[in-house]
């Protein structure tokens, strides 16, 4: 996400950040953000009694991540007039789980909707649950709750969604979803990275050296990082 917000900042887009947060940012944080972002809206997490109970009856509809980005009332309200102020062209929801702020604020404003797409979630979701043990069976099963048709609707009601991978977007074509593009990953070099790239394309026997970024506690990253390797 956030090499992607770089990215749009390089090529000259104005760029209003609405993010989620558990914690207040740090000035410094903020300050980093703002060297990409013209605007920046931070929602933290609710961590209330009646937040909680408006969970559980939001898991009737929906799937458990997306039931923590909810936004509603005053909140809404106060977010809807800062974007509305900041007159966007665009809404692009980075990932599926605040799909229901993008929507609305979407409807709200005649604006469109562009989705860039991290996995088919519903099928990720099911081999975590598939894969997880304990109390994260339970997580992983309120998380795969309707889900399949909170992501088919939203990417089939979006303007355009970019997908990760070639047979991500094929399976899409085949439920009969026509308004998806293929955007692969994006890799971000460091200028003092660029010369040793230079020497290790033209040496006969290149060296690549790999960082695994991410947590061990998914059973599904420690699987990939053993079939990596064993397998590569």
């Known amino acids: 996400m956030w090499r992607r917000i770089k990215a749009f900042s390089n090529l000259g887009t104005d760029i209003q950040v609405i993010c989620w947060c558990s914690h207040t940012p740090k000035p410094e944080e903020v300050l980093e953000i703002r060297k990409y972002a013209k605007q920046v809206f931070f929602i933290k997490f609710p961590r209330t009694v009646g937040s909680f109970i408006r969970r559980i009856i939001d898991l009737l509809k929906y799937p458990l991540e997306v039931t923590s980005r909810i936004v509603r009332g005053k909140e809404f309200k106060l977010l809807l007039s800062d974007v509305a102020g900041f007159n966007p062209d665009v809404i ?119 960082v695994f970024l991410g947590n061990l506690f998914s059973d599904n990253n420690v699987a990939g990082i053993i079939w990596f390797i064993t397998q590569v």
Request: aromatic letters at 10%.
């Open 92 to 210: 692009f929801l980075d990932g599926i789980h605040g799909g229901e702020v993008a929507n609305q604020l979407s409807q709200h404003l005649n604006l469109l909707l562009v989705i860039r797409s991290h996995n088919i979630e519903h099928l990720y979701y099911k081999r975590k649950l598939a894969s997880a043990k304990g109390l994260n069976k339970l997580k992983r099963y309120l998380s795969l709750s309707n889900l399949e048709t909170y992501e088919t609707n939203l990417l089939k009601n979006s303007t355009l969604f970019y997908d990760i991978s070639l047979d991500d977007l094929n399976f899409w074509r085949s439920q009969g979803l026509t308004n998806g593009r293929y955007l692969p990953p994006l890799i971000e070099f460091h200028e003092e990275n660029r010369e040793a790239i230079s020497r290790d394309k033209l040496s006969t026997n290149p060296v690549y050296d790999i």
